[in-house]
């Protein structure tokens, strides 16, 4: 079974930094393009970075491009979203999700999320 | 950047067809993709490559694609359909890579 798991979560004041982890399992994870989509309190879907399948090309919404990094361990089959410089627009529930083709297909796996709060 | 336009919100009686809409320029000519999102839940994949239903999904879900509008139609509407649904979209010629609609909140009456 295909597990998708986000930890890091919490709350932090703006200008802070926080490493959100997603633990994945039940596939071969070196094998899939992962991707970090963000949602806002009430708000909807926002797609925040992508990475490929070893981790040498990466890609980012301009909102986060230069504050957030985006990284994956294969070997430990965790897929990592450095944030940087946050602020209060960061607050939402992040969620990883698997790419079921190459990088530009459907999210096929999300994992439950994890709450990012900026706030002073 | 490109943009998906869908209804804020879209009513339908239980057994009745709910069709939810989900603009952009020339739609027709990129893979459409369709989310179920349940309260306090994470995204479900509905209908990926505009029409195609994963497995586990009831085939009264279906999509279609054409034009600048693409449609995702759930027939004989149950009460657990209640949900908001996403379209979304690759577009490499977006800032944005992967552009979600701004999503559908679909009510059974």
């Known amino acids: 079974e295909v597990q998708l798991v986000e930890s890091g979560g919490g709350l932090v004041q703006p200008g802070g930094s926080l490493r959100l982890s997603c633990a994945a399992s039940?596939?071969?994870?070196?094998?899939?393009?992962m991707h970090w989509v963000r949602q806002a309190p009430g708000k909807g879907l926002v797609w925040v970075s992508r990475i490929n399948s070893d981790g040498s090309s990466t890609s980012y919404a301009d909102s986060v491009k230069g504050r957030f990094t985006i990284s994956r361990d294969n070997a430990k089959n965790t897929l990592y979203l450095q944030m940087n410089s946050l602020r209060a627009e960061d607050t939402a529930v992040y969620y990883c999700a698997r790419d079921s083709g190459g990088g530009n297909s459907d999210f096929d796996y999300w994992g439950q999320g994890t709450l990012v709060t900026v706030s002073s | 950047s490109y943009v998906l336009t869908q209804p804020p919100s879209v009513s339908v009686a239980p057994g009745k067809t709910a069709r939810i809409t989900c603009g952009g320029n020339n739609i027709g000519s990129k893979s459409v993709h369709w989310y179920q999102q349940k309260p306090g839940q994470a995204p479900v994949l509905v209908i990926y490559y505009d029409s195609d239903r994963p497995s586990g999904i009831p085939e009264r879900f279906s999509g279609s694609n054409s034009g600048n509008t693409a449609t995702l139609t759930i027939s004989r509407v149950e009460a657990g359909d209640e949900a908001d649904y996403y379209c979304q979209v690759w577009d490499s010629s977006s800032d944005h890579y992967v552009v979600f609609g701004g999503g559908t909140k679909l009510t059974v009456l």
């Open positions: 039940g596939f071969t994870f070196s094998s899939y393009w």
